[in-house]
C-alpha cells in the first residue's frame, strides 16, 4: 500500500512534532520510516511489475498500478532525498 505524500519531509514538521511528544528521537525515527516508506515505493513495485508477467489475468492493472505508484514515489524521492 502505497503512503500519500504531504509533500514535505519529517523535518518540514519539525517544531509541531517536538511541541506535541517532545521527543527528538521519536522524530528522528519518523524520518527515516517516511524515508524508507517512499523508497519501498520507488523499488518494490519493480519487482510487482516483472512478478505480473506470469499472472496474465491481472498482469495490466499490477502493470499499470506499479508503473503509477513507481512515477509519483521517485521523483518525490529525489525531491527529497536527492
Known sequence: MAVVS????AAD???AHHSRSGGADTFERMELYF????FDDVIDVLAD?????GMPEVKEETRQRARDIHLRAYPEYVRLYG
Do not use: H, P, Q
Not at 49 to 53: G, L, N
Open 49 to 53: 511489475y516483472v512478478e505480473a508477467e
Open 35 to 38: 524515508r524508507a516508506k517512499l
Open 13 to 15: 514538521l519539525e517544531g
Open 6 to 9: 504531504t509533500g514535505k519531509r
